[in-house]
């Protein structure tokens, strides 16, 4: 039994640690091998519905944490630019207060504020254009009430803190926009067809603009704010439905996972909308039997690093993608826990040893949890899942106890790690 | 370690040496044990590495507001939290818990963006429901989490019932309101017409001022809760509807009271305080359900405060209705809830404080009762929930305070008993956990025994705890935090041991034992908290001065007149030890009062020591020094705070 290069087992360690790759880099694209096969990749099928819309969709996106969407979003960014379409990519994160709910005034007014900071890129509109101070001029004369040190000299910069950081400063403007929607609406359009101009100008020829709005799924609040926020959510993407598309332009949204759980006729409230989920990658079937998904997720770790300095065989490495239920993130925390065991030398337990390890993290699962999801584990759907049950659900599905696949339809089933402790209990 | 211990560690250890930037783990287990063995550990292994390594380890009502402060731009290092301690009940912890892991949810970008190092998050087996449940985002981007105990999965598996966290306290411990962030509002807020714009500026500079109280910007808090009584007033001539609420109105004259006992205006502190009370009095006929709780905590917190300021203008029968009618409340509460340990514990804090006003008033015998009913309660609830580490913690001060109680009373034996059970309960947790908190409550419970033997003309006895207590102190193994607490701890268990000296009729060994106690607090800072212990030293000092010169002028006298037969006692050299005796206990006696001027026995005893010294410095013949001893304390008397 010998142990790992302490050198090998940091360049792996760091190779292994999760985080998003940006495609659009050099260095990411060496890492990143694509997971999904042609038939249900998602990207392929956004990338196609906006090529085939002749002005405007919009898409939302269901995704759940730690399946790689962020990624896949940048791929999907890299393949529209490639094909001649212009976008701006926005994560949402950085705007919005996740834990409270949202309103339609607050969230059109982050829209043209996200735009109109993205537009600085040099591949957009650059520093020069200068539309970031229109975006402030135009929020003045629309909340001439507001505060002097948010609207007078501060660009959006100031802005984008206060919405996101000061309820007090939201609840001015809800106040102040009270029974002007009609009016927003109507200038924040104005301000975009400002920006296509601009776009077109720039460019010198027709422009079609893609707008990826990043992390809208983490709005979802948390203990007893989750009813309110989920309440704003419904309400923003229902009945404001035809406010918060934008024209001539083409959107791609994730959403909460919720939106599209529970309602089936979400797609419809947009002019060429569509709904994508992004599922775990299928690593087994129904049946159990094993997916060639784990051949593409052995390459993916290849790119990495080389893997064998840390498992016997590839026995034990498929052994950890099953574990990991196609869930990336779990894969990776295992593979890392790998790295760390190596030092005291790599053996045939290894595997059984990393997926102990891996299982603690969810253990232990309490009476009312293993109710529900035995249930799911049974039947390999939600149709079980009481009313009650479905915030219990949705929290299963936010932290990978419960896992969602697609294959030509949508199936679920407990993560792999605690599938014995569900089924046994 | 145990081999448990050991797999953890090493884990651990692995990510501390190859992580880099933001990283999150968990270290949990119902255990302390285990968690605090990791935790020296990963101390060791910063402080080998060069990494600063922080504890946080805050009561369970400040653990959410943790999350704020890392946020804004922590240290780097690794942050290492407590989220479970001796200071709450299980159930408080977690409902502080989710709080915090909600919070920590909400800012984990900032961490990510302006926090170098990592943050572990140690407590109870329920925190990984916790964290899985309201911090999905936490729990995704966790590096690992080590269970120093043992594999949950190697125990066994029946369904085990979730209990959701206490809402009562949840209540009590969201984050607390960024007072920067609030005053900015209230700026911005300022002249809007809006009804509901007047309204949101009062809320601002509502939470403004109690966020700056509870950060200790006292001076500001003032101004700003100043400014909100101020526009309140006007609001009440020209809007009513603007004005605040009575309760509303009560919480605010219950923050002024607040910040006014803080800076030191006790006067003004129960008027504001007074206002609180009968606001709320007149908000009780139209409160609504959803702030009977909060009435009802309000009503409990202004009623501590008054006591508290009562107690420390000597007001012990303002003190003690105070507490009375604090415990009354809370008492009724804990009998209509008994499921709820949380009620059970605050009506067991609140009879043990009125006890001891009780005591102070010389109601000895009802105090007594009442202390022993809690002890009653507390040692009940203890044996019921061995594994809640805070009704042991009770159990400890109620026995130690019934000690005291029958000190006073003249029951040596029984106190000595009630301390040796204290203690008992002190080794444990120094067992668990071998920290300056523990080290601090030995220290203190061992004094207090060796005092007993003291009272019991038991010399020897007293010498050995006292002895025990200064091995323990001398070793001087820190942390910085507390090294001036314990450095107070460890000059006064020297000059206890000059006491015990001289009860042994050892005055040069008392000499000695006495001048280390005065080499480690000349240059000790003096807060508030340690001046009990200069007050016992000063004490000691002239004690010693005295019993210096009487016994070598008894000797003097008791010597055969005309004699050659044994060597004439030094008579001017005791006069010139004594006189040094007296000058330390002056030098030292003086800081005392500055912290105090209102103390007036301490200025009664720095009056007894100038009287020695200057019938002393009579003897020696001084003239000069003498009249500005006299002039000095004429100054003392002049300078005496009126009634």
Redesign the interface.
């Known amino acids: 039994m010998q142990s790992i290069d302490r050198n090998i087992q940091r360049a792996l360690f760091r190779a292994l640690r999760d985080r998003p790759l940006n495609l659009m880099e050099d260095e990411d694209r060496k890492l990143y091998e694509p997971l999904h096969d042609d038939r249900h990749d998602p990207v392929k099928r956004l990338f196609d519905t906006i090529d085939f819309s002749e002005v405007e969709s919009v898409q939302l996106v269901a995704g759940f944490r730690g399946t790689g969407k962020t990624t896949e979003l940048s791929r999907l960014e890299k393949d529209l630019w490639e094909a001649g379409f212009h976008v701006i990519r926005v994560d949402l994160d950085d705007f919005i207060d996740m834990h409270s709910p949202v309103d339609i005034r607050e969230f059109l007014l982050i829209l043209a504020g996200a735009l109109s900071e993205q537009l600085t890129n040099e591949r957009l509109l650059g520093q020069e254009k200068g539309l970031e101070k229109s975006f402030v001029e135009r929020m003045r004369s629309l909340l001439p009430k507001m505060p002097s040190e948010i609207t007078a000299n501060a660009g959006v910069a100031n802005v984008k803190l206060a919405l996101r950081g000061d309820p007090g400063f939201r609840g001015q403007i809800r106040e102040q926009l009270s029974g002007r929607l009609a009016e927003l609406t109507k200038q924040i359009r104005a301000y975009h067809e400002e920006i296509l101009e601009a776009l077109r100008e720039r460019a010198g020829r027709e422009v079609r603009l893609v707008v990826i709005l990043d992390s809208l799924e983490h709005l979802r609040g948390t203990g007893e704010t989750s009813e309110v926020v989920r309440r704003s959510v419904e309400e923003l993407f229902f009945t404001h439905a035809a406010r918060i598309s934008l024209p001539n332009t083409h959107m791609v949204m994730s959403v909460p996972a919720f939106l599209f759980l529970e309602a089936n006729n979400l797609a419809a409230q947009f002019m060429n909308g569509a709904v994508q989920a992004w599922p775990a990658y299928q690593v087994q079937r129904r049946d159990g039997g094993r997916t060639e998904v784990v051949d593409r997720i052995i390459r993916l770790v290849e790119r990495r690093g080389d893997w064998k300095q840390i498992l016997p065989d590839q026995t034990a490495l498929e052994k950890l993608i099953l574990a990991s239920g196609g869930h990336l993130r779990d894969l990776l925390n295992m593979l890392v826990e790998a790295v760390h065991l190596a030092r005291h030398g790599v053996n045939a337990e290894s595997a059984e040893k990393i997926i102990g390890v891996a299982q603690r993290a969810y253990l232990p699962l309490y009476k009312d949890e293993i109710d529900v999801l035995g249930r799911i584990a049974a039947e390999k759907s939600l149709k079980d899942v009481r009313a009650e049950e479905q915030e219990r659900v949705l929290r299963f599905l936010d932290s990978g106890v419960l896992l969602c696949y697609l294959n030509d339809d949508f199936w679920y089933d407990v993560h792999p790690l605690v599938r014995d402790v569900v089924q046994s209990t | 370690m145990t081999p448990d211990e050991a797999e953890a560690w ?2 651990l250890a ?2 501390l040496e ?1 992580q ?1 930037g933001f990283w999150f783990a968990l270290v949990v287990g119902d255990d302390p044990r285990p968690r605090a063995t990791l935790r020296e550990e990963t101390r060791r292994w910063c402080g080998e590495h060069g990494m600063t390594f922080h504890v946080h380890a805050p009561p369970p009502e400040l653990l959410a507001s943790l999350a704020v402060e890392l946020a804004r731009g922590a240290p780097p290092g690794m942050h290492w939290i407590r989220a479970d301690g001796p200071d709450g009940l299980i159930e408080q912890w977690d409902a502080a818990t ?1 709080q915090l892991v ?1 919070a920590m ?2 800012r984990r ?1 900032a961490y990510r963006k302006r926090l170098d190092g990592g943050i572990i998050l140690e407590g109870r ?1 329920s925190l ?2 916790l964290l ?6 936490m ?7 080590a ?1 120093p105990e043992g ?3 190697d ?1 066994p ?6 209990q959701n966290p206490i809402r009562s306290f949840v209540t009590l411990t969201g984050v607390a309101s960024d007072p920067d ?1 609030e005053l ?2 209230a ?3 300022a002249g ?1 017409e ?1 009804i ?2 007047k309204r ?1 500026r009062m809320t ?1 500079l509502y939470r403004a001022a109690a966020g700056l109280l509870s950060v200790e910007r006292v001076e500001e808090a003032e101004r700003y809760a100043e400014a909100l009584a101020a526009e309140d007033e006007e609001f009440r001539k020209a809007h009513p509807a603007v004005a605040l609420s009575p309760l509303s109105l009560s919480a605010l004259n219950a923050l002024r009271g607040a910040i006014a006992s803080e800076l030191g205006k006790p006067d003004q502190a129960l008027r504001y305080l007074g206002e609180s009370i009968s606001s709320l009095a007149e908000s009780s006929t139209n409160t609504e359900d959803h702030q009977e709780h909060f009435a009802f905590r309000l009503a409990i917190d202004v009623l501590q405060t008054r006591g508290n300021v009562q107690l420390t203008q000597g007001d012990l029968a303002g003190a003690e209705d105070s507490f009375r009618t604090r415990h009354d409340f809370l008492a009724s509460v804990a009998q209509a809830s008994p499921e709820v340990e949380e009620f059970q514990l605050d009506a067991a804090l609140a009879a043990r404080q009125l006890a001891r006003v009780r005591m102070g008033r010389g109601d000895r015998i009802t105090a007594e009762e009442q202390m022993r009913s809690v002890v009653a309660l507390v040692a009940q609830k203890a044996q019921e929930n061995p594994v809640e580490a805070r009704w042991r913690i009770e159990l400890l001060e109620c026995r130690r305070d019934l000690g005291q109680a029958l000190m006073e009373r003249g029951d040596l034996s029984g106190a000595r008993e009630e301390y040796n059970a204290a203690l008992s309960v002190a080794r444990e947790f120094m067992e668990i956990e071998a920290s300056d908190r523990w080290l601090r409550q030995l220290v203190q419970i061992q004094s207090l025994l060796c005092s007993t033997c003291l009272a019991q003309r038991d010399f020897d006895t007293a010498l050995s705890w006292s002895e025990r207590s200064l091995g323990l102190l001398e070793k001087r193994q820190w942390d910085r935090s507390n090294a001036v607490s314990l450095a107070w701890s460890l000059a006064f268990g020297y000059a206890q041991r000059a006491e015990i000296l001289v009860g042994k009729e050892d005055l040069a060994g008392a000499s000695v034992s006495l001048l280390n106690a005065w080499q480690e607090a000349k240059s000790l800072p003096l807060p508030r908290s340690e001046a009990q212990m200069a007050a016992a030293i000063v004490a000691r000092h002239g004690m010693l001065g005295q019993a210096v010169f009487f016994a070598t002028t008894e000797a003097h006298r008791l010597r055969p007149l005309g004699g050659d037969n044994g060597e004439a006692p030094d008579l001017w050299g005791a006069i010139r030890q004594s006189v040094g005796l007296f000058k330390r206990a002056l030098l030292l006696g003086t800081r005392l009062l500055k912290l105090n001027p209102k103390d007036s026995a301490v200025r009664a005893m720095i009056a007894t020591v100038y009287k020695h010294l200057l019938l002393l410095k009579s003897l020696q013949g001084t003239r000069r020094s003498a009249r500005r001893l006299r002039r000095k304390l004429r100054a003392l008397h002049r300078r005496r705070p009126s009634r």
Do not use: G, M
């Open positions: 090493d884990r692995f990510h190859n880099i989710a909600l949810n909400e970008e087996d990984k429901r899985r449940e309201l911090a999905p985002d729990f995704s981007i966790r590096a690992f989490i269970e594999s949950v999965r125990r598996q029946s369904a085990i019932e979730w962030r900015q509002r700026s911005r807020l809007i809006a509901s714009a949101a601002a």
